[in-house]
């Protein structure tokens, strides 16, 4: 997917950023981010971002509130040398940014940001009735084994299968 200049994100529909490391997806995150909490006046709670690894969903935390914390200290700043903040600029002043991510600053432990594993076990867990999921129910992250115990299960059909045609 090309993303685009985060600045110009079409924010009507979910937002899927794939691409190679180091190419820039944390960073257009940060601002999408940004941009949700500015445009849509959403709270940290109602932004979802999920990602494959804890280390990167620390990543992302970690980034999320410094670009916050950087545009809360820097905004006159910004609007002048980055783009992304200039855009934000013609439709924001300072006294309507401020509180908006002075608040979400302070709710960021609240932030929907999760592994795909741990997403998937908190939707289980907190819909624990309607889908019929026990509510200590487990997940493995490790899934090795369970590789494993496959790849035995099919070499298995296929030596039985190659015993089949044997005279």
Not at 107 to 120: G, K, M, R
Not at 148 to 154: H, P
Request: net charge negative; charged share 20%; glycine share 4%.
């Amino acid at each position: 997917m090309t993303l685009g200049h985060p600045a110009f994100v079409s924010l009507d529909a979910p937002t899927l950023v794939e691409a190679s490391a180091g190419t820039g997806k944390t960073y257009n995150i940060t601002r999408i981010y940004i941009r949700l909490l500015l445009e849509r006046q959403l709270d940290v709670k109602n932004i979802l971002v999920m990602t494959f690894t804890r280390a990167a969903t620390e990543e992302l935390r970690g980034r999320i509130a410094r670009e916050i914390r950087n545009a809360l200290n820097n905004w006159g700043q910004l609007i002048t040398e980055d783009g992304f903040f200039a855009a934000l600029a013609e439709r924001f002043q300072l006294h309507d940014v401020y509180p908006v991510l002075h608040n979400a600053l302070l709710s960021l432990d609240e932030a929907a940001i999760f592994t795909i594993h741990s997403f998937c076990k908190r939707v289980l867990t907190q819909q624990a009735f309607s889908s019929g999921v026990p509510f200590n129910m487990q997940m493995e992250a490790d899934t090795m084994e369970i590789e494993l115990e496959a790849v035995r299960d099919w070499y298995r059909s296929l030596a039985s299968q190659a015993q089949e045609y044997e005279i």
